[in-house]
């Protein structure tokens, strides 16, 4: 089993920055899955929103996302960060930590329990 702590989210105005943050732990961790996030909006479906390689090698980005979010990982501590700038009324969301074993199709194989970031206008 795997078992991912989000911490770091909260309200915000529009234009603030927010960095997200998720532990992994357990058995079946390993250093070489791929972490990343989602997020669900209101009355919206999950959406994927970043991913990074094992070691940082690469990362993938949601288009809505890309040149405001960072994501970035330290394996030392098994955990991965979301930096968010420039944030939108439309980033509101639950955002949920994931691994997955594959980077490429990258969906989620474990899953955080989600913390709210709200963007007022």
């Known amino acids: 089993q795997v078992q991912l702590v989000e911490s770091g989210g909260g309200l915000v105005q529009a234009g603030d920055s927010l960095r997200l943050s998720c532990a992994a732990s357990g058995r079946s961790f390993s250093i070489y899955y791929a972490m990343g996030w989602f997020r669900q909006g209101p009355g919206a479906a999950r959406e994927f929103v970043a991913a990074v390689m094992w070691g940082g090698l690469r990362t993938n980005y949601a288009d809505s996302v890309k040149g405001r979010f960072t994501i970035s990982r330290d394996d030392d501590k098994n955990t991965v960060y979301l930096q968010m700038s420039n944030l939108k009324p439309e980033d509101t969301a639950v955002y949920y930590c994931?691994?997955?074993?594959?980077?490429?199709?990258?969906?989620?194989?474990?899953w955080g329990q989600g913390t709210q970031v709200t963007v007022s206008s």
């Open positions: 994931a691994v997955d074993p594959n980077f490429q199709s990258f969906s989620g194989q474990y």
